[in-house]
């Protein structure tokens, strides 16, 4: 899945735990140490509320600060 704004706003429709569930697969797609992103130990409305202010650009950053690849699995 491409993690971009569009993606990122449809999974903010989910609820709590799917949305858990989904961005630690994404982030493990993407190379990203899932350890390092405490999703279980996160208050999922902050979260939320970062994420939907969230653009195409955060994202990528977000995801090479931890060490992924912005290509996702095509690394």
């Known amino acids: ?3 971009d704004k ?3 706003d449809r999974l903010l429709k989910l609820n709590d735990d799917q949305l858990r569930g ?3 697969k994404l982030l493990a797609e993407y190379g990203v140490d899932v350890s390092r992103v405490p999703l279980g130990q996160m208050d999922m409305t ?6 939907s202010a969230a653009t195409d650009e955060d994202i990528a950053r977000f995801v090479q600060m931890f060490g992924g690849s912005p290509q996702g ?3």
Do not use: F, H, I, N
């Open 46 to 51: 902050a979260l939320r509320t970062v994420l």
């Open 6 to 8: 569009k993606s990122l």
């Open 22 to 24: 989904v961005l630690g």
């Open 1 to 3: 899945m491409q993690l």
């Open 73 to 75: 699995g095509q690394r």
